[in-house]
């Protein structure tokens, strides 16, 4: 891992530590063991089911179903958001098929900068986006609810929905994107009209019909600005479904996808043994990981506003010195208008978000070498043993082979066939040196027993229990490699005639 993002990370999380730890008692404190609707008054609980059906009524009286609230910033204003119109009986018919409930819990407002632009309307653009945060805390605030599907794009939007449902970081949540409209007008024919009617050589009616070739239907606008940035950082965050960041709208995959992330969040709830809180996902990493992002792909320079924001409402200090820090090392991996020619769906057809993170993967594999060695050595230290630095490079480069070997053969293999999974590579990785630390006499100390059980032949803890503890930029592909094996198992399965 590059210093300079060890540095921050490390820096980052000493900075927050009371105040990161006293939000996760909050979200901790407001968990409950079960559904927290079975603890409610008998009266609050019948006004909370009342516009339900009866077998959406009779399964939110049993314990085994997730009732989801679905948060939406429909509004036909905004392109980006137009297809939400039907997205919550779509999501409510696809948590039904899977035994779970969806109700709308609220909406929020979304504005459109683009239409409010040189508007004395533009003077809400970023107050709204604390109204916003404010009627997500509202939806949720209901306290009927397993986990919430959020719905919204555009600039101030996400960074607000966020914001106000970190406040209930106790629930699992999931972003569900609409998708940008196909590519219309080039970039640089609308450029060429806006500067001839600058000019004084085009009239209006040839100006708005090149505006409209360009905003022309349903979808996000398809230049990399904030609401398409937005998107990218959901995915790379955890909160969207791997890839659906930037499928079009009204296509047989967004459709599928937004089906699967009702179903991916129910499994995210207690209820479907895959527990994980939205308070406890967005942590310190997962913050450096989304400004490495916005950095790599040149994002949009409104996140100095919104990262720190978001960042705030989960308890983690988030400063503009440390985006910038971050800046100085993080390469420029894509050119997307306006950095360069191409619009988002050309950077979705060259890869998008999985080739972004394909890159960063790459990346983590060159330095495998510098985590096993770097790991030994520290251990060697605490041990009070010295090790040959050639004895050590010797080992590491060793073993980083053989790990990479066994990788590319696993990854290689059907899924069906796999007997295992990448980080339990990673975890036997660390036989030969261990074996190396024995011989030079270090001795391990008792450790922990959870340890002791579990990983019997690392005494000396070198092995990662985490993608994060190989390299920080491990974590999305590693999640993202185990959430596609699940579904492609899942899938099969179902295509088998199992349940």
Known sequence: MHPRVVEVTERLIERSRPTREAYLAMIRAAASAGPARNGAQCANFAHGVAGCGAQDKQRLRLPDAANVAIVTAYND???????????????????????????????????????TQGEPGMELAIASREVIAMSTAVALSHNLFDAALLLGICDKIVPGLLIGALRFGHLPAVFVPAGPMPSGLANKDKAA?????????????????????????????????????????????????????????????????????????????????????????????????????????GGSTNHTLHMPAIAQAAGIQLTWQDMADLSEVVPTLARVYPNGSADINHFHAAGGVALLV??????????????????????????????????????????????????????????????????????????????????????????DRFAAEHFPDDPFGLGPATWSDVHPDLHVPGLTWGAWKAMTVLQRRRDEGLR
Not at 87 to 115: F, H, K, T
Not at 408 to 420: G, N
């Open 193 to 297: 009209v806006r500067q001839r009617y600058a000019e004084g050589k085009a009239g209006r009616d040839e100006l708005l019909a090149a505006e409209m070739q360009a905003y022309h239907s349903p979808g996000t606008c398809t230049f990399y600005g904030t609401a398409n940035t937005n998107q990218m950082l959901m995915e790379v965050m955890g909160l969207h479904l791997p890839g659906s960041s930037f499928v079009n709208p009204g296509t047989p995959l967004r459709d599928a996808l937004t089906i699967e992330a009702a179903r991916q969040v129910t499994r995210l709830t207690p209820q479907g043994g895959c527990h994980t809180p939205l308070g406890e996902l967005v942590d310190e990493r997962v913050l450096v990981n989304a400004v490495v992002a916005l950095h790599a792909t």
């Open 358 to 447: 394909r890159e960063l993967l790459d990346a983590a594999h060159r330095v495998t070498p510098g985590w096993l060695h770097g790991a030994v050595a520290a251990a060697a230290r605490r041990h009070g043993v010295e090790l040959r630095p050639d004895e050590l490079a010797a080992c590491a480069e060793q073993s980083t082979d053989r790990l990479l070997a066994d990788l590319a053969t696993l990854l290689a293999t059907d899924v069906d066939e796999q007997r295992q999974n990448p980080l339990a590579l990673f975890r036997a990785a660390v036989a030969g040196p261990t074996e190396l630390l024995l011989a030079a006499g270090a001795r391990p100390g008792r450790g």
């Open 77 to 115: 204003m905004l392109s980006a958001h137009q297809p939400y119109e039907d997205y919550p009986e779509r999501l409510r018919q696809a948590l039904r098929e899977i035994g779970s409930v969806g109700q709308v819990a609220g909406g929020v407002p979304a504005m459109c900068d683009g239409v």
